[in-house]
């Protein structure tokens, strides 16, 4: 499996944001998919995820001001994000997990930086 991530950019604080992620390849039915964020010198951590029966995950720190969604026909996951803040400045990365093979794949970060 190989994820296909894109969306990133810079935008205006209070402004809103999609980004998206495509698996590509043999996808396991039951995943997990999600998006992570990491700032230079500090941990990756999460976002938001949602598994293929449509439970969601999200952080505190986002609550109310993200969404995230997925096709399962396209194997694609959406994070809408709005309101953004400074503080969401960092590069997002997909993530793939094949929840019965237990295999996670990372796709390349996007960086979304948020102006004040």
């Known amino acids: 499996v190989q994820l296909q991530a894109s969306g990133g950019g810079l935008v205006q604080a209070g402004e809103s944001l999609r980004l998206s992620c495509a698996a590509v390849?043999?996808?396991?039915?039951?995943?997990?998919m999600g998006w992570y964020r990491q700032t230079p010198g500090n941990l990756r951590h999460l976002v938001a995820d949602?598994?293929?029966?449509?439970?969601?995950n999200y952080a505190d720190s986002v609550k109310g001001r993200v969404s995230i969604s997925r096709d399962n026909t396209k194997n694609t996951v959406y994070l809408e994000m709005n309101n953004l803040k400074p503080e969401d400045t960092a590069d997002y990365y997909c993530?793939?997990?094949?929840?019965?093979?237990?295999?996670?794949?990372w796709g390349k970060g996007t960086l979304v930086t948020v102006s004040s």
């Open positions: 993530r793939y997990t094949d929840v019965v093979g237990g295999k996670t794949v």
């Open positions: 390849g043999a996808v396991g039915s039951i995943n997990i």
């Open positions: 949602m598994n293929s029966r449509g439970v969601t």
